[in-house]
């Protein structure tokens, strides 16, 4: 029997959910909800979906089994655990919450839940961000490294819904809403570091209130240090990612990966070298990737659909999904506090700050 599907948000990304789902088999996408009657009759005549509702309490009383949630970010801790609580399974859009308190509460929802739940992160299935994942065992202990993207957003952006760009709604910027992504690709390929230091500002978007470019280090317990560098001020330039370890340095230009292997360990030639001004040789090789494999966000609602079925654990989890918040944070809690935060992030005072820039005793912008 077809998994009885219901979307909720239709007027965005629920859009590509139902296109991921339509004709899928084992799904039926059984019923959606949306609180605007004229958008959501248009969604549900589109998609052929027979149960329509604008009240998401009676939504989850139906018959659905599986809830997409595609709301704007302020609901999204509110619905998941609403949803886990009615027994529902639950795939929630990024980012999982607004703050890493609403994240702790979804994934202990999650833990006593009959369904089971996960966030959507399309990005790890990115066939660069594979095959560095592959060649990460080969790097040794971390050193350094370094992240830069950027995210192009106009002010006209910002425009298409009084949430966005807004400390309530959106619960900040380029790092909650585009660059969480990213966060996310550092979690999976480095996991969490020690602590962070950050600055973030709003140096082109006056119409907003939150942070438009962030630039951080994260630092492990061994003390090597990562530079990271976003913006959604900024265009033309290729994502990049370096990370060097003791044994190989890997860098990702665009689409394109490659290792650099030493052909004796840093720390062992910086110990051991008589050497003045010597280093160690390093063979480069360019990385094969299967761009075949599937990566997209649809290919990523799917496989949690496909996870149901088989009875297999999501791709990734509330508990997962929550890391990047940690990052994301930290930053913003960094750059208003002048100082380090280490991970896992004082929840108190995130939430304190939070709050007072909801209520507009703190800003970026003087």
Known sequence: MA??????????????????????????????????????????????????????EEFLRSEVEVVSICT????????????????????????????????????EAAQKAKGKAGVVFQFRLYPPVQAIKKLMPEIGELLRGFYQCHHFRTNTYYRQG?????????????????AIH??????????????????????????????????????WDNGAQFVVHISSVVSGLPTRFEVTGDNATIVM???????????????????????????????WEDVSIDKSMPHSHEDSVRLFAKSLMEGES?????????????????????????????????RKAYNDLLAELKEGKRRLRK
Not at 95 to 100: G, K, N, Q, R
Not at 193 to 216: F, Y
């Open 3 to 56: 998994l009885k599907w219901g979307i909720v948000g239709v007027s965005g990304i629920g859009v590509s959910h139902a296109k991921a789902l339509q004709g899928f088999e084992g799904v039926e996408l059984y019923a959606a909800c949306d609180i605007v009657p004229e958008i959501l009759e248009k969604f549900c005549e589109q998609f052929n979906i027979l149960h329509k509702f604008t009240d998401y």
């Open 72 to 107: 704007p970010h302020f609901l999204h801790a509110e619905q998941a655990i609403a949803s886990l609580e009615a027994g529902k399974n639950v795939l929630c859009e990024k980012p999982l919450a607004i703050s890493v308190s609403e994240a702790d509460a979804m994934v």
């Open 162 to 178: 009084k949430w966005r760009g807004t400390w309530w709604g959106e619960g900040g910027g380029v790092l909650i809403n585009q």
């Open 182 to 219: 990213d966060l996310d690709i550092l979690v999976f390929l480095l996991g969490l570091p020690k602590q962070v230091i950050a600055r973030v500002n709003n140096l082109g978007h006056e119409g907003i209130e939150v942070e438009d470019i962030a630039t951080a280090v994260f630092e």
């Open 253 to 283: 230009e665009g689409e394109n990966v490659k290792i650099g292997r030493y052909d004796i360990s840093l720390r062992q030639f910086l110990s051991e070298s008589q050497e003045v001004w010597g280093s160690p040789k390093v063979s």
């Open 314 to 346: 999501p791709p990734v989890s509330f508990a997962e999904g929550a890391k990047s918040l940690e990052l994301m944070n930290s930053m913003i809690l960094s750059h208003f506090c002048g100082s380090p935060v280490s991970i896992p992030v004082d």
